[in-house]
């Protein structure tokens, strides 16, 4: 059941449901798209998250209009509203670009090769963005790899593919991170020159593909001399 709340004088929160359930993210995603084609320039922003959608809007704009159209909107059924196609994303899991990967197994108490299986076998849901410009926040993580964040941040570089509880998300540009880094990916995840913008947006299915360190090198440096590497 979907509530609606004002949260500022033009802003409208839409609230899904108060616990985290994967079968949101991709409805909530379908909700902000019909919005945005609905009214255009009337809203000023749209910030979903794992079960609320904001709604900030221009002050002309009636918000019972708001609130009217998105009552009609026919969601997808629970059963059928993850079946969009999985975003194949590369990662590197390697030492020399992640530099907890080591210490995040024997945390664990799982050698290095099971980690990365459970990690890249897994598909994660985008439940929000945020953070940084194109941060992915996903779940879930495979439950034998839930950890804490470190105590204190780290400088983390642009790429890095990180876990912490049960999320695992990848860094668009180097940040202060308390996530524990196990790899990284070499293709860009925010592009001022892209219409998209990011890569990755809310409601998308993501597996991480594992590529050699080599790899990695050959990619990055093709994004680079593409001055696809934005973020």
Not at 194 to 218: A, H, M, N, Q, W
């Amino acid at each position: 059941m979907m509530n609606v709340s004002f949260v500022g004088e033009n802003s409208l929160l839409f609230r899904f449901a108060d616990d985290i359930d994967l079968s949101l993210p991709p409805k909530i995603a379908l909700l902000a798209n019909a919005l945005t084609d609905q009214f255009g320039e009337s809203l000023r922003d749209l910030t979903p998250s794992y079960t609320t959608l904001l709604v900030e809007f221009q002050p002309m704009q009636d918000p019972a209009a708001i609130i009217q159209f998105a009552n009609s909107v026919s969601l997808l059924p629970k059963d059928t509203a993850n079946t969009a196609d999985i975003v194949a994303v590369p990662a590197c899991y390697d030492q020399h670009v992640a530099p907890d990967l080591l210490a995040t197994a024997t945390a664990l108490k799982l050698n290095v090769d099971t980690l990365i299986e459970r990690h890249a076998n897994q598909v994660y849901t985008v439940a929000a963005i945020g953070f940084l410009p194109g941060f992915p926040f996903m779940a879930s993580l495979d439950a034998s790899l839930i950890l804490p964040r470190k105590t204190s941040p780290v400088i983390v570089p642009a790429g890095s593919v990180a876990i912490a509880e049960s999320q695992t998300a990848i860094y668009p540009c180097q940040s202060p991170g308390g996530w524990h880094v196990i790899a990284r990916c070499p293709q860009p995840l925010f592009n001022h020159q892209d219409p998209r913008l990011s890569l990755l947006k809310p409601g998308d299915r993501v597996r991480f593909t594992p590529i050699s360190y080599d790899e990695y090198r050959l990619q990055e440096q093709h994004y680079t001399i593409h001055g696809e590497n934005d973020a």
